[in-house]
């Protein structure tokens, strides 16, 4: 049994080996693409700094399912709307819009109006 755990030993330093070897390799070839050196306890890259004078962008969150109701209150008021015109309507981005739309399909809520959306009759 101790011949065997004596094997596995060998294996694993022979492994820790060939990784040290490969990562000298590695941080060389950083340094000649002008990377530096960047040793496994690097300190994490500082945060960027704002302007100064320049206020902070803070949009407050919004109860659960209210975006859902505004988008089928968009949808009542203009049927056949676009997902960028009711982005604007609601004032949300058009990534956003789409993804309530498809929820709001899964569940059957709204279906496709040509080129918009309209609400389940």
Known sequence: MSATIDAARKLIAE???ELEAEAKQLE???KSMGEGDRSRSAAPKPRRKRAAGKPRRHRAQ???GQRREQLLAAIKAKPGARPSELA????VSPSQVHSLIAKARAEKLIVKKGSGYALKE
Request: charged letters at 30%; hydrophobic letters at 40%.
């Open 62 to 64: 919004v109860p659960r």
């Open 15 to 17: 492994r820790l080996r």
């Open 88 to 91: 604007g309507e609601i004032g």
């Open 28 to 30: 060389q070839a950083l």
